[in-house]
């Protein structure tokens, strides 16, 4: 199974950017779809952007499209999710998934086997 590993949370302040990676313990990316999801404290975990494998669509949340891109890097195995004019939040945490969505919608979590642990973002008013 491929096990992702997230990196690049960390504290930042309203209006900042952030990079957020994603790196695979093997090529996935022409076989995989990919996604990133974020929780809140006390919120479920919540779609963010999907990446189709080979990367030739992408499909974001309502609540952050024009402030999220999601990109990969076949090359190096690794998934991104760049995030723009961060708005104040607590430590919220960005996981990173894939899947074969066998039928899922892209936006449902159900649809992606291998997930990372998360990384946390905290942006500070």
């Known amino acids: 199974q491929v096990q992702p590993v997230e990196s690049g949370g960390g504290l930042v302040q309203t209006g900042d950017s952030l990079r957020l990676s994603c790196v695979f313990s093997?090529?996935?990316?022409?076989?995989?779809?990919q996604a990133w999801f974020r929780q809140a404290p006390g919120k479920e975990r919540e779609f963010v952007a999907h990446?189709?494998?080979?990367?030739?669509?992408?499909y974001y949340a309502d609540s952050v499209t024009g402030r999220v891109t999601i990109s990969g890097d076949n090359a190096k195995r690794t998934l991104y999710l760049r995030l723009d004019s961060l708005k104040h939040e607590g430590g919220t945490a960005y996981y990173c998934?894939?899947?074969?969505?066998?039928?899922?919608?892209?936006?449902?979590?159900?649809?992606?086997?291998?997930w990372g642990k998360g990384t946390q973002v905290t942006v500070t008013s």
């Open positions: 990446i189709s494998w080979g990367g030739s669509m992408t």
């Open positions: 998934a894939l899947g074969s969505l066998a039928g899922q919608n892209c936006a449902d979590s159900a649809g992606y086997d291998s």
């Open positions: 093997r090529d996935i990316y022409n076989t995989y779809a």
